[in-house]
């Protein structure tokens, strides 16, 4: 709908609130696998989680992962924070050079992939938002490729992303937009936030910087801001309607999950259907 709106008025601009350095072209690079089924799950014995909190960020996957430890003969290593996923898991910290490691063939883990049948790699799509994105995603792509070579697989396994979010697969699946960045705040009348978080990295950082006047203030008077969500976050919106001369401001009150009946596209690329379970109370009305 939102591409329509654009198609239909050039001076409408879509853009996502943070940066994403990812490679649209194939689903394969932002979804899990299309192959990560029960079926597959069952015959592997090893999974290596890279910078990922499944628990939160997939519970559906979370419990995939349990119901597979419970049957044994099954390790899970972690390279991130140390999290408590329900079952055993063996973390190999949080560094960079623990991943740099392990692609090069240096690391002692490097063995149980060696030895395992079926191993899994799983990361989340925040891996994109780092600077440093293209450089993490061709290293875990060099240790998927070598892992399918040495390990005693017959298939070739492609590395799974796990988005903690439905509207980031389903923007992905459609088209790749650009970040907001200090112009379109400085050329539009007004802005308009759908479902987005004032308390990302890139918001955060154009509101610092407007407040240190690193940049040119605004000349536009009367400007908007609508805001369209399911929370209302007051102190992070005063900032910015002071800091840009945002003089009015609408909030539309928008259902949860919950309170939504419709299609989504799921993180594997899946159109799914949710049915409405309770009453959205007040105004609130479907997005």
Do not use: W
Not at 45 to 52: E, M, R
Not at 78 to 99: D, E, R, V
Not at 168 to 193: A, H, L, Q, T
Not at 254 to 268: A, D, L, P, R
């Amino acid at each position: 709908m939102l591409q329509i709106l654009n198609h239909k008025y050039p001076f409408f601009k879509l853009r996502q609130a943070d940066y994403q350095n990812v490679n649209t072209d194939l689903e394969k690079n932002y979804l899990l696998s299309s192959n990560l089924e029960n079926l597959k799950l069952s015959k592997s014995t090893t999974c290596l989680l890279i910078g990922i909190n499944p628990r939160y960020e997939g519970s559906k996957l979370n419990l995939s992962l349990r119901s597979r430890y419970l049957k044994g003969n099954f390790n899970v290593i972690q390279i991130g924070s140390l999290l408590n996923l329900t079952f055993s898991s063996t973390n190999i910290t949080s560094n960079t050079k623990t991943l740099k490691s392990l692609s090069e063939g240096n690391s002692v883990f490097c063995q149980e992939f060696t030895n395992s049948l079926y191993p899994i790699m799983i990361s989340n799509a925040e891996l994109f938002k780092r600077d440093d994105a293209l450089c993490l995603v061709n290293m875990l792509n060099f240790l998927n490729k070598h892992v399918n070579i040495f390990s005693q697989s017959i298939n070739q396994d492609q590395l799974n992303i796990l988005s903690a979010t439905i509207n980031d697969v389903g923007f992905m699946n459609f088209n790749y937009f650009k970040p907001i960045k200090k112009k379109d705040f400085k050329d539009s009348i007004g802005v308009y936030f759908v479902q987005s978080s004032f308390s990302t990295p890139n918001i955060k950082k154009l509101l610092n910087l407007k407040l240190l006047n690193i940049f040119d203030s605004v000349n536009h008077k009367n400007r908007i801001l609508i805001t369209q969500s399911s929370n209302l976050e007051a102190k992070l919106i005063l900032k910015l309607k002071k800091s840009f001369q945002l003089n009015t401001h609408l909030h539309l009150p928008s259902t949860v999950f919950y309170e939504t009946s419709g299609t989504y596209i799921n993180t594997k690329g899946d159109i799914s259907k949710i049915t409405k379970i309770i009453a959205p109370l007040g105004q609130a009305k479907d997005d």
